[in-house]
Nanobody
């Protein structure tokens, strides 16, 4: 089992920044698998945001956040981050951290490919 705990959500004005943190309790999946962020807004389907493979050298982003968000990981702390800049009202959602083992490139944007999920953290962007 892998327990994921997100933090860092909150309220921010358009154009502002937030940094989300996801701490993996056991670290096993974190060290050997891929980590990702997804989000879900009210009345909408879950959306892929970003993913990073275990070596940190390969990162992937959803089209709507490319160039504004950055995913990174600290293997020593078994923690993954999502730096969100130039936030827009349409970024408002609950953001979830996910971890998965044995993912292939074609599946990283598919939430069903991940084994563990955090409880989510709310991000609200509004003036």
């Amino acid at each position: 089992q892998e327990r994921l705990v997100e933090s860092g959500g909150g309220f921010v004005q358009p154009g502002g920044s937030l940094k989300l943190t996801c701490a993996a309790a056991s670290g096993r999946t974190f060290r050997n698998g891929a980590m990702a962020w997804f989000r879900q807004a009210p009345g909408k389907e879950r959306e892929f945001v970003a993913a990073i493979f275990r070596n940190g050298g390969h990162t992937y982003y959803g089209d709507s956040v490319k160039g504004r968000f950055t995913i990174s990981r600290d293997n020593a702390k078994t923690t993954v981050y999502l730096q969100m800049n130039s936030l827009k009202p349409e970024d408002t959602a609950v953001y979830y951290c996910a971890a998965g083992m044995g993912l292939i490139l074609s599946s990283i944007r598919n939430g069903h490919a991940y084994d563990y999920w955090g409880q989510g953290t709310q991000v609200t962007v509004s003036s």
